[in-house]
């Protein structure tokens, strides 16, 4: 390898390894917890982290989707943020389904909004929260309108 190229391949290794160190810290994380999550051994977060070994590109992006956290541990973290997207797109009450409301979400879950809408809502308000979340939150989101709830989700639903 010309020496141009492994001096930028060493400086692209550092800032992976620094980028995963941030995510971790950012996150509250021990190097034990977020191998934990990320599923691989302490010791290779480790290395990744120092730049001594270089994680694959899926590696790499499940260790970050892990350190990113639960998709209920988001929601919380970012409630007005997802309040504040379902009212400006004719949504007025917001409630938690799925995995996140029974506590069985896990890393690279979705994240499932029950919403009541305001009678002149569209589909096109649903895909605007939808896409408009996903892309805030870093992770997929689905909605369901009230109106359309299974029993089920009705009696599951835990307000955000």
């Known amino acids: 390898m010309p020496p141009e190229m492994y001096i930028r391949y060493t400086r692209l290794v550092s800032e992976l390894g620094d980028a995963i160190r941030e995510a971790r810290l950012r996150a509250g994380l021990t190097q034990t917890e977020a191998a934990e999550r990320a599923a691989t051994a302490r010791s290779n977060l480790a290395a990744y982290e120092s730049g001594a070994k270089t994680p694959g590109p899926g590696t790499a992006e499940r260790i970050l989707r892990a350190m990113r956290g639960l998709p209920s541990e988001i929601a919380r973290s970012?409630?007005?943020?997802?309040i504040d997207t379902v009212r400006a797109n004719?949504?007025?009450?917001?409630?938690?389904?799925?995995?996140?409301?029974?506590?069985?979400d896990v890393v690279g879950s979705d994240l499932d909004l029950l919403v009541e809408f305001q009678d002149d809502a569209t589909m096109r308000d649903v895909v605007r929260i939808e896409e408009g979340l996903a892309d805030a939150l870093g992770?997929?989101?689905?909605?369901?309108s009230s109106?359309?709830?299974?029993e089920e989700m009705l009696a599951t639903a835990v307000d955000l």
Do not use: C, E, F
């Open 139 to 144: 992770i997929p989101v689905d909605v369901v």
């Open 90 to 104: 004719r949504g007025d009450r917001v409630r938690l389904i799925g995995s996140a409301a029974k506590h069985r």
């Open 147 to 150: 109106r359309v709830a299974t």
């Open 78 to 82: 970012q409630r007005r943020l997802i």
